[in-house]
């Protein structure tokens, strides 16, 4: 009798992604894994998961071993999607939320282990041009919309949980977001703090940047094309892109900053980040450079961070080949 086939990893590129990207850490596997979500580049999204259980940890069928990303399922087919954000919410309960923008139109999509991805009633605005996603600890959901584009800056809007998964979105303060100049930003990001019921806001502008963290206290960061906010163990960190070959880590409020500098080559045109709950201090991010996605582990001053292309792997057990991404 012939021997089983041994298992066997195999590896592929991620799909081929345009726009945004999203990244969170999710309540999934023993530490939580990362979920990462992508914009395909002609229809619809992917989502891969990034295993962080210990080394060592068995590896089912079709999964990635720890310390690796799996292959990419895809969903929301239908439309081509321009960027895409995502979280783990407190809701559900641990429910993933998605929020992506295909043209003037935003679109929300809720994964529930009963039932993966289902579309839900989307915000009731047009999307801020570069998404923004945040949850607060009462369960709100917080986003960016534009009741007038090209009028009017982006506005904070914010979805009540009592009826989850059904929300309903209102205004809230600040009336208006605007960069140091007056002006409206290309971009604003949201970040909160585990125990904020208000979001930290960030507007970025060229020229410069504007942080409001949740307390209400207002500080200038350096200009930049791209950014990603979090809020760790060490409070707010801020990595900001000029577009060129390194990032700028900045904490709000205080003059450290540092310089991280990116591998690959060609213009940033994503960025994504988020603190990591079983490592305090570190903060796993996801960048493209060109049209190749980067995954970083940054541990903060004094380190180098780690750096990767991003690759699928999975565990094949019956020696038979798979495609690795699945539409």
Do not use: K
Request: charged residues 20%; aromatic residues 4%; proline residues 12%.
């Amino acid at each position: 009798m012939a021997a089983a086939p041994s298992p066997s990893l195999t590896s592929a590129p991620p799909p081929p992604s345009r726009g945004g990207v999203g990244l969170a850490q999710g309540r999934y596997g023993e530490r939580g894994n990362l979920e990462l979500v992508l914009c395909d580049e002609d229809d619809g999204l992917w989502v891969l998961w990034h295993n962080t259980d210990p080394e060592g940890t068995g590896t089912p069928e079709g999964a990635p071993p720890p310390g690796e990303w799996s292959g990419g399922l895809h969903f929301a087919a239908g439309r081509r999607y321009d960027d895409i954000r995502v979280l783990q919410s407190r809701n559900g309960p641990d429910h993933l939320e998605v929020l992506a923008r295909s043209g003037d139109a935003a679109h929300r999509l809720r994964w529930s282990p009963e039932a993966a991805f289902t579309a839900e009633e989307p915000p009731p605005a047009r999307p801020f041009p570069a998404l923004a996603l945040a949850e607060t600890a009462d369960g709100a959901l917080w986003t960016v919309l534009s009741p007038d584009p090209g009028t009017a800056p982006g506005r904070l809007y914010r979805a009540d949980p009592a009826d989850y998964p059904d929300l309903v979105w209102a205004p809230a303060a600040p009336p208006a977001l605007t960069g140091p100049d007056g002006r409206p930003p290309h971009t604003v990001t949201l970040v909160a703090a585990p125990d904020a019921t208000h979001p930290a806001v960030l507007t970025l502008s060229r020229a410069s940047s504007h942080w409001t963290g949740a307390d209400g206290v207002v500080c200038t960061l350096p200009g930049a094309e791209h950014a990603a906010a979090v809020h760790g163990a060490g409070g707010p960190l801020v990595f900001l892109s000029d577009g060129g070959a390194d990032l700028v880590a900045v904490r709000p409020g205080t003059d450290r900053r540092r310089s991280l500098t990116l591998p690959g080559a060609g213009a940033v045109t994503a960025l994504a980040a988020t603190p990591v709950r079983h490592d305090p201090g570190r903060t796993d991010l996801v960048v493209r450079r060109g049209d190749t996605l980067w995954h970083l582990t940054d541990h903060g001053p004094g380190t180098e961070p780690v750096t990767r292309s991003l690759l699928s792997t999975v565990r094949r057990a019956d020696g038979r080949t798979r495609p690795v991404h699945r539409r």
